[in-house]
């Protein structure tokens, strides 16, 4: 018989875990940390491999390849654009928290890696200056000369990337605003704040601050300097780290400068508090993309909505020059699963920081819908079911791999907060189930596809006719494994637990998946765990955790 690793009591099929005593086979750690030590080093070795075979040189000259030859074992010579690059730094700082996260119970991978990732990413972070550049930037309210943006492509030496009219974004601004915060709470390191900060200034320079006739801010923020489209990708990532930076001058008298257009066109600036400042914008941003690109259909977000002209447009007032407003088209394109998830991230956030039932309530709503919208059908394999989410099956085109991982930190972020009753009238949590239907493809992915230390697109299905990845695809898969720690280790927090009770073994009973269906009927309790695999069931109101 399997043995039980933990149970607790549910009085449905509510997702919630809980430790079971510590075992000799696990030296001496219980089952819970055994599950996140497990999934922290799952995610050390993928970015180890992406560090040693898809980057080449060291210290402040890191390089990344964009594409790696599984059949010939080698990087192929195309340099990763910014974006990707981020998605490493963000692994390594997921890393770093689930080595936080598990400093007690296992600190020997605090004693001897910790100090190794944080060495690894200031490499990353001293490298990344080869895709900076500056330039001056006519915007909506005024013109300013910024240093060290960063651009889409690498350039021949720090500093010189060409950041220019499209050639940069505000979406891969807010991706590297975020890891830089991170990366300041796990390092202490001031620079990181100060580049993230300085970030976000230029991103808040993007927002659109010209008004209509009633003198509101038509507001949203265009995918970059050089376009008129405004897209989800360019405005829901900097809600979380506009909250982040707030909480970093909550109760501090430092000010900034707000620049911002009038009702008769002129413009104006004037000095605010940076904790109301940051937190407004924050909450415009959510505002924006909620009333512009929610499809209420299916609870998700759309992808963006076009400018009604592709030329920026310019104007005069007073002599002088400023952006001009363009208006913008209805919502459309695909509903990628990293849009609702950063709309989710930002909920949860928002109600951190304010308070406020309305995001509490966003919150659960975007995390049920997006759980029924994303989550596809039911596979069985060998008797067991998974659940996939979206993914490319040519390894070389698409980015769902990355979307997903969006997705699946936002679920660790709203497990708390995601509880609703079901239309039975019983708890559920879509957020967790995500989580675990996360756990169960990664899983699945790595003990059976696992390949030159890389993992498919195709979790639940392997590499295909595939010969070729992504290092950018590793790294979000390393990024979940690692976010996953802090949900294993905080998932039960909240939870109403109480331990497995061997008397009632006797009887026979229901034994149902995490998702409610039911994998076998009438069995005796004592053997109702025999031959499954890995991952939590129900049986008789109870949850139990099998090795």
């Known amino acids: 018989m399997k043995k039980l690793l933990f149970a607790m009591f549910v009085s449905t099929f509510a997702l919630n875990a809980s430790a079971a005593p510590a075992s000799e086979e696990n030296g001496g750690r219980d089952e819970q940390t055994t599950l996140a030590a497990r999934n922290l080093e799952r995610s050390m070795a993928l970015v180890d491999g992406v560090i040693s075979k898809c980057f080449i040189g060291s210290g402040a000259k890191m390089e990344m390849k964009d594409v790696y030859d599984l059949n010939r074992h080698a990087r192929e010579n195309g340099t990763s654009d910014v974006w990707p690059y981020t998605a490493v730094m963000e692994a390594v700082n997921s890393i770093i928290e689930g080595i936080d996260e598990l400093k007690e119970e296992a600190p020997e991978f605090y004693e001897l890696d910790r100090e190794r990732y944080v060495n690894l990413l200031n490499d990353l972070y001293r490298s990344i200056r080869y895709y900076a550049g500056s330039y001056k930037l006519v915007s909506y309210a005024r013109t300013e000369d910024w240093m060290d943006i960063y651009g889409v492509h690498r350039g021949s030496r720090p500093g010189a990337a060409t950041v220019t009219g499209i050639e940069n974004v505000y979406d891969d601004q807010m991706w590297l605003a975020r890891e830089f915060i991170r990366a300041y709470k796990n390092t202490g390191m001031e620079g990181y704040k100060t580049r993230a900060e300085y970030l976000i200034e230029y991103i808040l320079d993007g927002w659109d601050v010209c008004v209509d006739s009633r003198g509101e801010e038509y507001g949203g923020i265009t995918w970059g300097p050089g376009y008129n489209s405004k897209h989800a990708c360019s405005n829901s990532p900097v809600i979380s780290p506009l909250v982040w930076m707030a909480e970093l001058y909550k109760g501090s008298d430092e000010t900034t ?119 596809g059908t039911r596979k069985t394999i060998d008797g067991e079911n998974y659940f996939p989410f979206p993914y490319d099956s040519d390894t070389l085109n698409g980015f769902n791999a990355w979307f997903n991982n969006v997705l699946l930190r936002a679920y660790v972020d709203a497990v708390p907060y995601a509880e609703f009753k079901n239309r039975l009238g019983a708890l559920d949590n879509y957020a967790k189930r995500g989580c675990e239907n996360f756990q169960d493809n990664l899983d699945y992915a790595y003990e059976n ?99």
């Open 449 to 547: 596809y696992l390949k030159d230390g890389f993992l498919p697109n195709n979790l639940l299905g392997g590499w295909e006719q595939n010969t070729k990845t992504k290092a950018f695809h590793q790294a979000a898969y390393a990024a979940e494994y690692a976010k996953l720690v802090q949900y294993i280790m905080t998932k039960d927090e909240t939870t109403d637990i109480k331990n497995f009770n061997v008397e009632t073994a006797g009887k026979n009973v229901n034994v149902y998946s995490i998702d409610g269906s039911q994998v076998r009927s009438n069995v005796s309790k004592d053997k109702a765990l025999d031959g499954l695999r890995s991952g939590i069931y129900v049986v008789d109101g109870e949850k139990h955790f099998v090795k």
């Open 257 to 375: 400068t707000y620049y911002y257009v009038n009702k008769d066109n002129t413009r104006s600036s004037k000095t605010v508090n940076k904790y109301e400042y940051y937190l407004d914008y924050a909450k415009k941003v959510y505002a924006w993309q909620k009333e512009h690109l929610y499809d209420s259909n299916t609870g998700c977000f759309h992808d963006m909505c076009g400018g009604v002209i592709g030329e920026i447009q310019y104007e005069k007032v007073d002599g002088v020059t400023y952006r001009k407003h363009v208006d913008i088209g209805g919502p459309g394109g695909t509903q990628y699963t990293y849009n609702t998830g950063t709309m989710l991230c930002g909920a949860v956030d928002l109600y951190l920081a304010t308070g406020d039932e309305y995001y509490l309530n966003e919150a659960k709503e975007i995390a049920t819908d997006s759980y029924e919208h994303f989550r």
